[in-house]
């Protein structure tokens, strides 16, 4: 259960820190110590327990969304009585934010000003913000919402009679009792069914590659990682999930060891890859150790790729909608990679096509689509493809 941290308007603006953690390399020379690493240390163990319980309970799709609303007025009312009820909704109201005070019952939940909700969004990670401000504020209803996407938080518009239409392009209109609210994208994975069936396919999927495959093709890998270079089988590094979440990415190493493994992307003809490792990235068998990531519930097989920290924080603010892609957990393989947009991002440019890929997957995404990319992969693997290295 999450912790609400209350917001005091007197304190003035408060800042929020994102972490800058780096990547780092497992060490160990023993490849039974380098598998144990892996499975078996208390950590990993309580990851694994974790991911267990979300497939057997299927947790991450019945967690309660904490929300706030920005704006007054009777459609806020009645937000605020349709969410009320978490048992039954699913939310957890957290306050309401206005320039003006409110009179009624809001009034006594009113936690501060427009710009207040968004460091008290940010501090309490709140999942959705619904804005019911007037037509006559756009500027404030489109920096409100620009924050949001920078901020992976679900922004939801409840309509007024004047100008909702005009703000944004509503693509999809759901009630919230008698209100109805617009969404600025459609996400097939709102839906729980869908959300269901894609899981369902992550841990059967991963559990046959790692029973099938990885089982007698990790002896093999590690060897050949250990006699092509000195140091560990593994390479761990922090990305981002769903919802911001951090998790540690594993990866078999195809580097020497080097001190700008979290600073620099690889570059065709890179001298630090290996040439055991050249083949491991082309093939993506470097990847084979995400599906215990997969299985427990950090990652998915298809999905946006995960990024380095230091990528996030380069892009997010530069990118139109680049951290709309966690809204969704991120993939081993995606819609981006397998349309020739894996490997170095050289300029903004191309990492903002790859962004526009992985958006649209979140907005198109069916599970026949998981498919096709799942099979596009593995012909890939046996293919030439320009940007593998």
């Known amino acids: 259960m999450r912790t609400i941290i209350p917001f005091n308007v007197d304190r003035g603006t408060a800042t929020t820190e994102r972490s800058m953690a780096r990547g780092r390399v497992i060490s160990g020379s023993d490849l039974s110590a380098e598998l ?46 349709y969410c009320e009820d978490q048992t039954v909704r699913g ?91 617009s969404k600025i994208r459609q996400e097939p994975l709102d839906d729980a069914g869908s959300r269901r069936l894609k899981r369902a396919f992550d841990v059967v999927f991963s559990l046959g590659v790692i029973v099938f495959i990885f089982s007698w093709l990790f002896p093999v890998l590690a060897l ?73 519930g950090q990652m998915s097989v298809v999905g946006p790729r995960p990024h380095p920290l230091r990528l996030n924080d380069q892009y997010r603010d530069i990118i139109d909608n680049y951290m709309v892609r966690h809204f969704v957990r991120p993939g081993i393989t995606g819609w981006a990679q397998v349309n020739g947009m894996r490997g170095e991002t050289q300029t903004p440019e191309l990492m903002e096509k790859r962004v526009e890929l992985d958006v649209w997957y979140l907005e198109n995404w069916s599970f026949l689509l998981d498919l096709k990319i799942v099979v596009k992969t593995v012909t890939n693997m046996f293919g030439k493809d320009e940007k593998a290295y």
């Not at 497939?55 to 009585?81: H, N, R």
């Not at 409110?102 to 000003?113: F, H, P, S, T, V």
């Not at 401000?133 to 679900?154: H, K, Q, S, V």
């Open 224 to 296: 050949l990682v250990k006699l092509s270079s000195r140091g560990p089988v593994f390479f761990q590094q922090k990305r981002l999930g769903k919802d911001n979440a951090e998790f540690v990415c594993w990866k078999f190493r195809s580097m020497r060891m080097n001190k700008e493994a979290d600073s620099r992307q690889a570059t065709r003809n890179d001298p630090r890859v290996t040439r055991v490792g050249s083949f491991l990235r082309k093939s993506n068998l470097d990847e084979m150790p995400q599906f215990f990531n997969v299985l427990m």
């Open 36 to 81: 144990a690493t892996l499975l078996r240390s208390r950590r990993t163990l309580q990851n694994v327990q974790t991911g267990l319980n979300k497939v057997l309970t299927l947790e991450p799709l019945t967690s309660v969304k904490d929300m706030i609303i920005v704006g007054d007025g009777p459609a806020a009312e009645e937000i605020f009585q």
């Open 91 to 181: 939310y957890r109201f957290c306050g309401v934010f206005n320039d003006a005070p409110i009179e009624g019952r809001l009034g006594a939940r009113q936690l501060g000003d427009v710009e207040a909700a968004k460091v008290f969004a940010v501090q309490n990670r709140i999942d959705i913000v619904y804005c019911a401000l007037p037509g006559t504020r756009r500027a404030a209803i489109t920096d409100l919402m620009e924050f949001c996407e920078r901020n992976t938080i679900r922004f939801r518009v409840i309509p007024s009679a004047d100008s909702y239409i005009p703000v944004v392009k509503t693509s999809g209109l759901e009630f919230h009792g008698a209100v109805p609210v």
